[in-house]
């Protein structure tokens, strides 16, 4: 079945590091999209990408979509204590008929020391 | 309201009881779904609404598991007989949009533990 798949599972880096974490689906996506759900939180939705080679940046944070829309990045420069939370990608269903829900992948986790 | 609202945030309940767990979209949001988040694993998906239409139950687990949205509004998803492999937080998201996907606003979930 369709599929969404993340890496690295977790990642510990020092403050002030950069960090990447890398989205690969299955399946060409009509759009992917990225949440940040911190520890005891819920996913808060950060960005959705729709075209081939997108790329949109939110201050520290860089998204890219792949030209043949079946991959995503998310880069954090100079990470912050802040940053720290699970990050997650996800994309639409693949039939006409479930293209509303998501599959999300199983995120990766960010860890900032101090 | 300025958010999704989920209530109880926490339930016990031990296992074979019964359990509803409610959702309160942003008002005016078309789209409400439904999913299932286990411990260290992203979002699985349970149910969506479009207004009262439930559209897509495929995700619910078992005929245990019912949700319902009779005027497209607030949303009960209703576990009967639970049991443990139920436990788990229940996460509900409303969208404003009809057509395709939109980012979606999550409540805080409910974190259901089954005893």
């Known amino acids: 079945g369709q599929q969404v798949m993340q890496i690295p599972q977790y990642q510990h880096v020092q403050e002030g590091e950069d960090f990447t974490t890398y989205c690969n689906s299955s399946t060409t996506l009509s759009n992917i999209q990225w949440y940040k759900q911190r520890p005891g939180g819920h996913p808060v939705f950060l960005i959705q990408l729709v075209k081939s080679g997108e790329v949109k940046k939110q201050k520290r944070l860089t998204f890219q979509f792949g030209e043949a829309k079946k991959n995503s990045s998310l880069h954090i420069t100079a990470t912050q204590t802040t940053d720290v939370g699970t990050y997650f990608c996800a994309g639409p269903g693949l039939n006409a008929g479930n293209n509303r829900k998501l599959i999300w992948g199983l995120g990766t986790s960010l860890a900032v020391n101090p | ?115």
């Not at chain 2, 699985?44 to 497209?72: C, I």
């Not at chain 2, 607030?74 to 996907?101: F, M, N, W």
């Open chain 2, 1 to 115: 309201g300025a958010g999704v609202s989920q209530s109880p945030r926490y339930k016990v309940a031990k296992r074979g009881q019964d359990v509803a767990l409610r959702c309160d979209p942003i008002s005016g949001h078309v789209s409400l779904f439904w999913y299932q988040q286990a411990l260290g694993q992203g979002p699985e998906f349970l149910t969506y609404f479009q207004n009262e239409a439930q559209l897509d139950k495929s995700g619910l687990p078992s005929d245990r598991f019912f949700a319902e949205r009779p005027e497209g509004s607030v949303s009960t998803l209703k576990i009967q007989r639970t049991q443990q492999e139920d436990s788990a937080v229940y996460l509900c998201a409303s969208s404003p949009g009809q057509q395709g996907v939109y980012g979606y606003t999550f409540g805080s979930g409910t974190r259901l533990t089954v005893v």
